[in-house]
């Protein structure tokens, strides 16, 4: 297994968009908006939305084997698989709106 060859999407997402929210004093509600905005720009990055979304129903179905590197790409740190599927349930809300 492994993350970045699995959800290749999900990976750009969270290397590249939450490690540096703490220093930017963002939510994961902002960060998340901020992603939707730069996805908005392309018909390209629309899909590449549309792709990190179905990759995160299958991560979420797969959190037992994948928990401590969601939390290494998003610089976030989870105690277990649960502490992560709920920090990824919101994730997957904020997509959504």
């Excluded at 699995?6 to 703490?22: E, K, Q, R, S, T």
């Amino acid at each position: 297994m492994n993350f970045i060859k699995d959800y290749p999407n999900l990976f750009h997402f969270f290397a590249g968009y939450f490690p540096d929210a703490d220093f930017d004093n963002l939510t994961d509600e902002d960060v998340v908006a901020n992603y939707i905005d730069d996805c908005s720009k392309s018909e390209f990055s629309k899909k590449e939305l549309q792709k990190t979304k179905e990759e995160l129903n299958i991560l979420i179905n797969n959190i037992d084997n994948y928990w401590e590197e969601v939390g290494d790409e998003a610089n976030r740190y989870f105690e277990n698989p649960q502490d992560a599927l709920t920090w990824l349930n919101r994730i997957k809300t904020e997509l959504s709106k």
